[in-house]
């Protein structure tokens, strides 16, 4: 997979508390993609963010669906950098009406 396609697949999962997806939330810190592996690092908009499991695993679910078969994938949350509202695309913020 492409890094592009690795984004392409995340846009699919939405953080149900804001309604937007974690691409363009801007949650998505880190992307290493190669034709038999990836890796996803996640930061979460706050540190005891409940909803950070269940981020995780739509994500993976979304890169499995997404990679040919046989394809590693590993989606991991971490603390740094520290999520802002700065992270977040303009489609996003014209959303929240920012």
């Known amino acids: 997979?492409?890094?592009e396609q690795?984004?392409?697949?995340?846009?699919?999962?939405v953080d149900p508390e804001v309604g937007i997806d974690i691409v363009n939330l801007g949650l998505v810190v880190g992307v290493d993609a190669a034709?038999?592996?990836?890796?996803v690092r996640l930061i979460m908009t706050s540190a005891a963010c409940p909803m950070?499991?269940?981020?995780?695993?739509?994500?993976?679910?979304a890169l499995r669906r997404a990679a040919p078969p046989g394809t590693a994938v590993e989606v991991t949350?971490?603390?740094?950098p520290a999520w802002t509202?700065?992270?977040?695309s303009a489609s996003a913020r014209r959303q929240l009406g920012w």
Do not use: G
């Open 35 to 39: 034709p038999d592996a990836v890796r």
């Open 6 to 13: 690795v984004l392409e697949a995340l846009q699919s999962v």
């Open 1 to 3: 997979m492409t890094e």
């Open 77 to 80: 949350v971490v603390d740094e």
């Open 52 to 61: 950070h499991r269940h981020l995780a695993q739509e994500a993976e679910a």
């Open 85 to 88: 509202p700065e992270r977040m």
